[in-house]
C-alpha cells in the first residue's frame, strides 16, 4: 500500500468562493481516477505550518500510484488548477514498513 499524501497553500484568500471551489474541484476529480482510495481533504490546526490544507489518498501498489500520475484528469488537474492555484506544497509519498 502506498498512502500519498500534499500538505499544500493556496494563492486564495482563507475562505473565498476560489478556495472552496479548488478544494471541491480537486476531490471530484482526483478522487474518481481509478486506483485512488480512501480520498481526503484535511484542513491544518497549528499555526506552526504554512499549509492550510492536505490531501491524502491511498493506492494498493506501486503500479496503481504511477497509472493515476500518468492519468489524464491528473495531468489536466495539476496544469490548469494546482500549478496556477497553489502557492507551496510538500509532497510525501508513504508505505509501511514491513
Known sequence: MIQHTV?????HPAGS????????DAATTLAAIPGVSGFRVSRQLSP???HR??????FADEP???AYNAHPA???FVA?????EVESFQ???????P
Open 91 to 97: 509532497e510525501l509519498d508513504l508505505a509501511p514498513l
Open 64 to 66: 496503481a500510484y504511477a
Open 17 to 24: 468562493a476560489e478556495e472552496r471551489a479548488f478544494l471541491a
Open 53 to 58: 490544507f492536505q490531501f491524502s489518498m491511498d
Open 74 to 76: 491528473h495531468t489536466a
Open 48 to 50: 506552526a505550518s504554512p
Open 7 to 11: 500538505s499544500f497553500a493556496l494563492r
Open 80 to 84: 490548469t488548477r494546482w500549478v496556477p
